[in-house]
């Protein structure tokens, strides 16, 4: 079709006129193109390609959270994507739990603690109910027969590292593994138990540290709802940001060592009626 076109255009130049046209569209189409390609080629860079691919993967709320950083949910994340993954490190810690209905997850980090843990779990224990224990190996260490009773009540166990090195993530993997090791042989002293889980201090995760906690067998663990009772605002202030902010599917994240804790045993003790009022039910992990 193209071979004959040229043929039959040379005796007229009213259809020759067309011809120029379509051709003039077409050059300015491809122009046009050229120039899209270059303004998109040179946006680029503004963004950076690994941060793009971070912030689509959900890698980006990597960079830098602090203990009062409140990691929100990424999309895909689950307890089932987390805790499946025998094969490779999870892509990021776990920041909901995937169970259905009003299932919500509570976390204790930094015991054991002689004073605190027995009343959390004690409280527990009252509502038939198991939580997750993210545990300082030296404290572990100190105090085995808590881990014994944190186990004896069914909960799960936490390696939340061996001295609550908050830039652990930046060490080397050699550092790192140490660290994630000593901690696991405390807890595995004390109970015969590897834990399941690993939580970074401060939320500080780094890709080293998640890479680290995965080929340990751990899944990483981390928050959705932090009323920051390690910073004893009050028991109201923790029980109001916990309601306000915890929705299924959640985890929140409270303490049972390092310092007074008073603020949040008495805070538990509020909350755990009020969420069953709500009803949302803490389901172990
Ligand atoms: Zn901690």
Known sequence: MSGR???RVPSSTVRRRPLLLIVVV??????????????????RPAHGPAKARAAATGHARLAAPTESARPV?????????????GDAAPPAPMFTIGAGGGAVA??????PDPRFTPQVLALLATYHLHATFCMVGI?????????RAVVAGGNSLCNHTYSHDEHLGRRTP???????????????AATGRRPRFFRAPAGNWTPTLISAAGSDGMVPLGWSVDPRDWAR????????????????????????????????VAALRLLLPALAARRMHPVPL
Do not use: C, K
Request: aromatic share 4%.
């Open 5 to 7: 076109l040229p043929s």
């Open 233 to 264: 605002p009050g028991v109201p202030s923790i029980v109001g940001t916990t309601l306000a902010e915890l929705h299924p599917g959640g985890i929140l994240l409270m303490h049972d060592g390092f310092g007074h804790r008073e603020e949040s």
């Open 26 to 43: 077409l050059m300015a189409t491809v122009l046009a193109g050229n120039l899209m390609a270059v303004s998109a080629s040179s946006r």
């Open 174 to 188: 050699a550092q790192i593994a140490a660290d994630l090791r000593d901690t696991d042989d405390a807890i595995v």
């Open 139 to 147: 404290h572990a260490r100190e105090y085995p027969w808590l881990v």
């Open 73 to 85: 949910r990424p999309g895909g994340l689950s307890h089932q994507s987390g805790a499946a993954g």
């Open 106 to 111: 509570l976390t204790f980090d930094d015991g």
